[in-house]
């Protein structure tokens, strides 16, 4: 397994890369709309989303790229926090089915039935 690469400007188009396709192998959205993510307004939920996943790799808030002005997304702060603090996604329930998608992808073929 190859170790995380930090996150600067040369390698954020690689981290871009690798979270969409963590969510293409899992298929996180068919995920989140399980757990009650709907799309309301313009933007693209998969821009919020990926947004938020490469935030991890980033090492700072959105209020610390914004205050710093490296902030440089297609969305508002007022839509990424709305999208957060949806009251109808069930986050933990999101977080216990990529952890069983994960797992069954992973560990199946490692034992015997």
């Not at 871009?16 to 799309?39: H, I, N, P, Q, T």
């Not at 821009?47 to 490469?54: A, D, G, R």
């Not at 839509?79 to 952890?99: G, K, S």
Request: aromatic share 14%; hydrophobic share 35%; with cysteine.
């Amino acid at each position: 397994m190859s170790s995380l690469p930090s996150f600067d400007t040369e390698n954020e188009p690689k981290i871009a890369r690798s979270v969409e396709k963590f969510f293409k192998d899992y298929k996180v959205m068919e995920l989140l709309r399980r757990c009650g993510l709907r799309k309301s307004k313009g933007i693209p939920l998969w821009s919020i989303l990926l947004y938020i996943f490469s935030n991890v790799f980033r090492d700072r808030s959105m209020y610390m790229q914004q205050k710093y002005g490296k902030c440089a997304t297609v969305f508002s702060k007022n839509t990424y926090y709305r999208f957060m603090q949806n009251p109808h996604i069930n986050w933990l329930r999101l977080t216990i089915l990529l952890a069983e998608r994960i797992l069954n992808g992973h560990l199946k073929d490692l034992t015997s039935d």
